[in-house]
């Protein structure tokens, strides 16, 4: 359940701006800001698969692939090793962004679509070098849109033009039937059958779809996303609202499910209810982080009320610091 609440502005004077001025103005902030730190053998967002061996990490049960096992430093040193490899030069780069109903709701500098818009700028930007392909799933209301893998900075933007573009929930004609909430998990599985090489995969997203009542329970999207990660390095681009953590005492609201329509009034007044809400929300926020740590993607939070450009920044210095310190607990080891 969250507020109905009119997005707020993208920044300043952002939102006004038409489609193609705002994507002038995102892929300015993309290769000012972001460029010099993220570029270098793809290693910038994550060290990604390849061909190229770059030497041996010790391994992670369920994380890793047992073909990957470097049996030769496994013997030598008693503990089990997987190979690392540099990413290759040509990247093939899958994106799933959802733009379901959940995904209109902001009461900061950004709504979560546009925060979605951004994220999704800056991968494609950052990845957009000589022979490199982008292909994307969009979810939306009315369901799956497809493009195709392919190179080139015309083919990012479009991209781009039909996420912006892509229907709300007030768009469709009230005098018929609004269509099914589109399916996470059916979306991932889509990826999975169109992604045959092995590459990076992308999944921005609230994550808030088949979540279950209990927290110890999987969620419905898990299993699809661990089958993707066993073949692609996956990165999972977690969008949240500051108002979807915590209510503010503003007296008489009421809260919107933005995918069923369900309404309820709630007095924010009361104090041990907003204390109930905010326990209940790190609770659901902490159950996606653990669903997506044992799934083996990469979880970058971003936040609606927060620099995303920053938060950006520091995932890469942690994923680098990441990728560095085994190689330095090895001595060498190659």
């Known amino acids: ?65 047992v073909r990957r096992m470097d049996w030769a430093v496994t013997a030598r040193t008693t503990v089990p090793h997987v190979r690392e490899v540099d990413a290759d030069r040509e990247l093939s780069t899958w994106l799933l962004v959802d733009a379901s109903p959940s995904m209109e709701f902001g009461t900061a500098e950004l709504d979560k679509r546009e925060l979605s818009v951004a994220a999704v700028a800056a991968i494609g ?24 893998a392919r190179s080139g900075r015309t083919h990012l933007l479009g991209v ?25 998990a059916e979306a991932l599985a889509a990826v999975q059958r169109v992604a045959t090489r092995r590459g990076l995969a992308v999944v921005v997203s609230d994550f808030l779809d088949g979540l279950p009542e209990h927290h110890d329970e ?13 073949r692609h390095q996956v990165l999972a681009v977690e969008i949240t609202d500051p108002r979807e953590l915590e209510l503010p005492d503003v007296g008489l609201i009421t809260l919107v499910c933005p995918e069923t329509g369900r309404r309820r009034e709630v007095w924010t007044g009361d104090e041990a209810l907003r204390r109930r809400y905010a326990s209940a929300a790190a609770a659901q926020r902490e159950q996606v982080r653990r669903a997506l740590r044992r799934s083996g993607a990469t979880h970058l939070p971003l936040r609606t009320d927060r620099d995303w450009t920053a938060d950006v920044v520091r995932h890469v ?6 990728a560095a310190a085994p190689a330095a607990a090895r001595g060498g080891v190659a």
């Open 1 to 65: 359940m969250r507020r109905r609440t009119p997005p707020a502005p993208a920044g300043p004077g952002l939102a006004d701006l038409a489609g193609d001025q705002r994507l002038r103005r995102l892929e300015l902030t993309v290769t000012r800001r972001l460029d010099g730190l993220l570029q270098g053998q793809h290693r910038g967002l994550l060290p990604g698969p390849g061909s190229e061996i770059a030497g041996s990490r010790e391994y992670r049960p369920g994380e890793d692939e």
């Open 125 to 148: 930007f950052l990845t957009a070098g000589t022979g490199n392909r982008l292909g994307a799933q969009l979810l939306t209301s009315t369901g799956l849109r497809r493009f195709p």
């Open 160 to 184: 781009l033009r039909a996420l912006l573009a892509a229907p709300r929930t007030g768009d469709h004609d009230e005098r018929t039937e609004p269509p099914d909430p589109p399916d996470l």
């Open 218 to 230: 999987p969620t419905a999207w898990e299993p699809a996303l661990r089958r993707l990660a066993a």
């Open 317 to 322: 210095h942690a994923q680098r610091r990441l």
